[in-house]
């Protein structure tokens, strides 16, 4: 007689239906809804079974299982597509971004619902995990645009533009570009689509961080053309070393963010 195990069952389809949405999701972004929907469905109903072996030998990775139909194993992503890498980056960032999505500072249906019941601690805890993993990156995306406009975007990202105002990103970013401790992430190793996306949203508002914004200021200074140049320019780099970020600022750029040390 074949026995069934109806946990096991639930959470094989569980997953099948995950990665199923996942790839549906990274396909285009008009299912997005309709599919972050189903998978949310999925994650939710699956939770109570992942809660029980929670505190059991390693319970952090049970718990994050379903970032990763996102965003890669281990939170890795690729380069290409929309979704971005979150392993490696600072935890502080990660965590600030967990609690915007939560809160409505940053718009996305899957995000916000996948963190809306969640505490700040637990958040903090998710965000730690994820910072830890030191794992490979993706090769760079090569570029078809003219090498003016990248010789452009290279100027705006180590030099910036003092006629307009605008600081260098590697004065926020590192100088590697790979981030800085305690909350600026690094601009490597992102889709390129992802990139432009984010600054356009700071632009139209749809993007915030908690005041002082300072990355709001960066982005309504920035055109679209310079844009264009930055993302496929940084697209393009190799990533240095392991990719890890930069000790804190002891400069300031000219322009104040939240997480800046105390001066
Ligand atoms: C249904 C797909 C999906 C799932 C599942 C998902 N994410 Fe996301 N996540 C996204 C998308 C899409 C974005 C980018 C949204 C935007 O445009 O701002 C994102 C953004 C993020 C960011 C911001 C990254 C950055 O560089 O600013 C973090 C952090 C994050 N997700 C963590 C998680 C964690 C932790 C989980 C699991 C609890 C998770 N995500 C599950 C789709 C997903
Ligand atoms: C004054 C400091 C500062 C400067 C200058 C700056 N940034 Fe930022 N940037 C930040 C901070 C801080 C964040 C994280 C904000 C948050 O918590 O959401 C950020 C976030 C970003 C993100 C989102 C990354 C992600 O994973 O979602 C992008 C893209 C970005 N910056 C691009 C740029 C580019 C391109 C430039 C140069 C034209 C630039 N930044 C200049 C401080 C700066």
Known sequence: MRTTYPHYRHSSAASDRAKF???????????????????LFTVLTHAPAAAATLRVDDGMKERVRACTACHGKEGV?????????????????????????????????AMRHLTEHMSDAYLMEIAQYFSALELPYPSPQPSSVTPTLLARGERLVRQGDKQRDIPACTACHGSAMTGRLPATPGLLGLPRDYVVAQIGAWRTGSRHADAPDCMAQVARRLSNEDIHAVSQWLAAQPIPGKGQPAAPATQSSGIACKDDAKQ
């Not at 285009?28 to 972050?36: I, K, M, N, P, S």
């Not at 990660?94 to 249906?109: D, S, V, W």
Request: charge should be positive.
């Open 21 to 39: 949405s996942a790839s549906k999701v990274a396909c285009g972004y008009a299912g997005l809804w309709v599919l972050a929907v189903s998978f």
């Open 77 to 109: 992503a690729t380069n290409q597509g929309y979704f971005p890498r979150i392993a490696g980056k600072p935890a502080v960032y990660l965590y600030n971004q967990l609690r915007h999505f939560r809160e409505g500072r940053r718009k996305n249906p």
